[in-house]
Structures are given as C-alpha cells and as structure tokens.
C-alpha cells in the first residue's frame, strides 16, 4: 500500500520554463510535508517544506502548494535551471509518530538547456 | 558546518556475513534515522532514535538488522547474516526535533553489495 505516489517517473522541461512536480498521498494523519533533490551516489538534499496547516510555501525559486482536501501537493520551480536536473522526492510524515518519513517512487526531472 | 557523515560508502560482502554500517549525526541533532534504498524501490524507513527514548524500530524488514546509538550521537546499524536482498543504499538522517521545522538532513549513503 503506497502511501504516497509520484505518478509522473519523469519530467522533461526547456531552461527558464516551470516545472511542476506532483504528489498525491493517501493517508490523512500526515501534517508534514517535504520535498527533497537526489543526484546519483549522494544522499538526498532538503528543498522545502511545507505544514498541514498551511496551503503555501515558498523560497526562491521553489514553491510548495498543499491541497489537503485533495490529498495532494506540488512543488513548482521557476525559472528551471540545467542544475536542476536530478531525481526529487515528495514526502510525507506524522510530527506525533516522530516524523518518519514516508517517500514518493520519485520524478526524475531534466532541464534542457 | 559538517553534515550527516556515512562510513563506509561502498561495502561488497559475501552472503552470510555480518556487516556494520556507522552514521555520525549533525553535532546537536536529537533524532537519527536509518533509510534504505533498494534497486527499483523507493526509499524506506527502517529505524528511528530519539534522544534516551526507546528506538522505533517499525521499519526493520527483520530480526538480522540491528541498530544502536552510542552517546546520542553516533549510530551503527548491523545487518547480521547477510542475504543478497539486503543490498541496497543505506542512508542515514538526523534532525533537530522542536520549534517549527522538522526537516531531516541526510548523509551521501553507504552502498552494500551482497554477492
């Protein structure tokens, strides 16, 4: 039972254009939400994050949009960078259960220069 | 400052053995996790340390993996008997835990191969 899903495995986009990510979950007791970026052979880099109680969040060039009553969240980034490109992960937890986090299969996103 | 530090960051093993896997948490994170990521899955949780609490050990696919954390820092997860499955990424996170960000910075992994 995958609790969170990235239906989209990847995402190709031109430079300087958005690129939209999503993420949808099942589970209604998670209140906190994150985005993280993998390159090969490193370990995940926090993005940003994003509260159940709010419906926005943004730093520079990343913004995270949460829909609670559709269960899901989408990370936009603009302008997309070549330093971009990487796999990003969509995930979820529970702050009460000790924030295990709970991750998305991924979208692998390629920024075309 | 210094990040989440992983050793070794490639270990090859014959099937059977034991293996131990180290993670040095960022100096003053509370809370430690262990991940994995095996070929063609996401990432999953394994294990979680917080403070002197008991660990949650929820994640942990079975009784051959282990985990302790000396001092409330450094962690070392053991993978007893090891079995080809076993092979995956082994990542470790840590965290601050209170206030409002609960974000878990992770380290480069540990890469273990069964054969």
């Known amino acids: 039972d995958q609790q969170v899903k990235q239906n989209s495995p990847s995402l190709s986009v031109q430079e300087g254009r958005i690129s939209i990510l999503n993420c949808d979950y099942t589970?209604?007791?998670?209140?906190?939400f994150l985005w993280y970026k993998k390159y090969p052979a490193e370990g995940p880099t926090f993005l940003i994050s994003?509260?159940?109680?709010?419906d926005k969040n943004e730093d520079g060039r990343f913004t995270v949009f949460l829909n609670k009553s559709a269960k899901h969240l989408s990370l936009h980034i603009v302008p997309s960078q070549p330093g971009d490109s990487a796999v990003y992960f969509c995930?979820?937890?529970?702050?009460?259960?000790?924030?295990?986090?709970?991750f998305g299969g991924g979208t692998r996103v390629l920024v075309k220069p | 400052g210094a990040g989440v530090s992983q050793s070794p960051s490639n270990k090859v093993t014959e099937k059977g053995k034991d293996v131990e896997l180290r993670c040095d948490p960022i100096?003053?994170?509370?809370?430690l996790y262990w991940y994995r990521q095996s070929l063609g899955q996401g990432l999953e949780f394994l294990i979680y340390?917080?403070?002197?609490?008991?660990?949650?050990k929820s994640g942990l696919p079975s009784d051959r993996f282990s985990a302790e954390r000396t001092g409330g820092s450094v962690s070392t997860l053991t993978i007893q008997r090891t079995q080809q499955e076993d092979s995956a990424v082994y990542l470790c996170?840590?965290?601050?835990?209170?206030?409002?960000?609960?974000?878990?910075?992770f380290g480069p992994g540990t890469r273990l191969t069964v054969t």
């Open positions: 996170a840590s965290s601050l835990v209170g206030g409002n960000s609960y974000e878990q910075y």
């Open positions: 589970n209604s007791m998670f209140d906190y």
């Open positions: 994003i509260s159940s109680i709010k």
């Open positions: 995930a979820a937890s529970i702050k009460a259960a000790g924030n295990k986090l709970t």
């Open positions: 100096s003053g994170h509370t809370a």
């Open positions: 340390f917080q403070g002197n609490s008991a660990p949650d």
